[in-house]
Structure formats: C-alpha cells, structure tokens
C-alpha cells in the first residue's frame, strides 16, 4: 500500500516537472523594430503583458500588439498560467527618420488656428479615437496585407519637421501618389469604423477595424464607397484618392493602428511595386 502511495506522489511531482517545463510562450513573428507589429502565440488560458498591457488572447491562444515610433530599444512581454512564469525581454531597433528644420517663419504660419477651428479638430480627433477603440475579435490582423493603391510613394512613416524649433506632428502613414478618383482597395478583411467626408486636417476619412486593436485608417479621399458597420473583404473597393483636407496633392495616406500605438504600414506589405 505504502509503495503504491510512492509511486503516485512520485508521479504526480514528475507530472509537475513536466507541465512546468513546457514553454508558455509558443511563438513570436513580426518586425521588431518601431513601428512593428507583432504576432504571438501562448497556451491556451494563459495571461500575457506588453509592458503594463494586458492583451487580448484569441481562442488559440493569439494575440498582436504593436511598437510604437518613439518605442525604446527594450521591451517586456510576460506570460503567465497558473504558477508558471516566463518573461521574454524584446530588443527593438531603432530608425533613423527624416526631421526637416524650417526656421525664420512668421508666427502665424506655425501655429495659425483659431479657436473655432481648434474645437473642431478636437470633435474630429475624439470620433477617430473613439472608431480606433471599437474593435472586434475578427482575426484578420493575422491576414497577409496587400497594398491599398497604386502610385507613386511620396511621404513615408515617421518624418516631422520643426519650425522654428517647434517639433510637429510626426507623419504616422505611407503616402502613395495618384491621380483624384484612382481606386482604394481594403488591404485585409475587416468592418468600417469610420466614414466621414470632410475633417479638417484629413479631409475624407476612413477606418477599418481588422482585430484585436488593429485598424486602417485612410485619408484625404476623394470619395468613400463604404458605410459604417459594413464588412469588407480584401480588394474589396472601398475609395477613391482625394486631395481633401489638408493636402497639397491627390494622394492616398494610409496608417495602421494598434489601438493608439501609430504603427509603420509598410512593415505590413511586400517591397512597393508600382512606382511609377
């Protein structure tokens, strides 16, 4: 009796030891540089923290989060389940970008709003804040991104010009230049978030929820084919380029989102192959 009782403690210690050994944190892809995002995998039930954030599993165990441009060279992600811990610290490369310095402006060109306008940018900003946080449980972050449009490249993720020593609001999108009326076309399945047709500074504007935190956001549209709540596939049609709001051309800026964290679209797509 007494050796049966052994053998079960000795196995149930040995099941332990296995189940403590079998890695939590089962796989890790994307491009870990800012701007990146990043998919991963755990075991089913598990928690998991990027830095002070909880993220959202799918049921498989899925999840994404995203690095932001100013994001430093070191992260956190902790998986835990039941008494088993792993921390996995992230090195993230860092990017040179493009900072344009522009001195001796007269005052009223760096900082011209007024206070009307002023109001409605905030309205503006506070219905794309809010489009950017009603996000499903659709997994089609995990989808292989195509290019929304065809063009030429003419403005790139994270480039900022300072005027007068004033640093601006960094540029969170990849510009692709095209005649007005050329096609916008959904880079990964997804539901609209937002379409509205005159912001400010962005003139026609479109976001598409992909998952998870993961959206689009297309802007200066000439035209929206689109409405809130409707599903998209990819290469569905959904615009056309525009030069509205504030733009001094026709061209298509796309971003890509992680809740607030403004991400690097071109991370997402193959090498541009229509520059024309």
């Known amino acids: 009796m007494f050796k049966n009782i052994l053998l079960i403690i000795v196995f149930s210690l040995f099941s332990f030891t296995l189940k403590a050994q079998e890695p939590l944190l089962l796989s890790l892809k ?29 049921p498989d165990g899925y999840f994404v989060f995203g690095l932001h441009r ?14 088993s811990k792993e921390v996995q610290k992230l090195f993230v490369r860092k990017r040179d970008y493009n900072i344009e310095r522009i001195d001796g402006l007269p005052p009223s060109k760096v900082n011209p709003m007024k206070p009307e306008v002023l109001k409605r940018i905030r309205k503006e900003g506070a219905l794309v804040a809010e489009a950017r946080k009603n996000t499903s449980k659709d997994e089609f972050f995990m989808q292989d991104f195509i290019w929304p449009a065809e063009g030429r490249l003419s403005g790139f993720y994270g480039s900022q010009r300072v005027l007068n020593g004033e640093p601006k609001r960094p540029h969170y999108g990849v510009d692709v230049a095209a005649p007005t009326g050329t096609e916008v076309v959904a880079p990964a ?52 380029i525009g030069e509205t709001g504030r733009a001094t051309g026709p061209h298509l800026d796309w971003r890509i989102n992680w809740y607030s964290s403004r991400l690097d679209p071109q991370l997402l797509v193959p090498p541009f192959q229509h520059d024309k």
Do not use: C, W
């Open 30 to 58: 994307g491009d870990f540089t800012q701007g990146g995002l990043v998919i991963g995998q755990a075991t089913k039930g598990s928690k998991v923290t990027f830095e002070d954030t909880d993220l959202e599993l799918t």
């Open 189 to 240: 399945d997804g539901t609209v978030r937002l379409a509205y047709d005159d912001m400010f500074y962005s003139g026609g504007t479109l976001i598409i929820d992909h998952g998870y935190g993961v959206s689009s956001t297309f802007i200066h549209l000439n035209s929206i084919d689109v409405e809130n709540g409707q599903k998209v596939k990819q290469g569905d049609k959904i615009a056309t």
């Open 70 to 83: 100013d994001m430093p060279d070191t992260a956190t992600l902790t998986v835990t389940n039941g008494d």
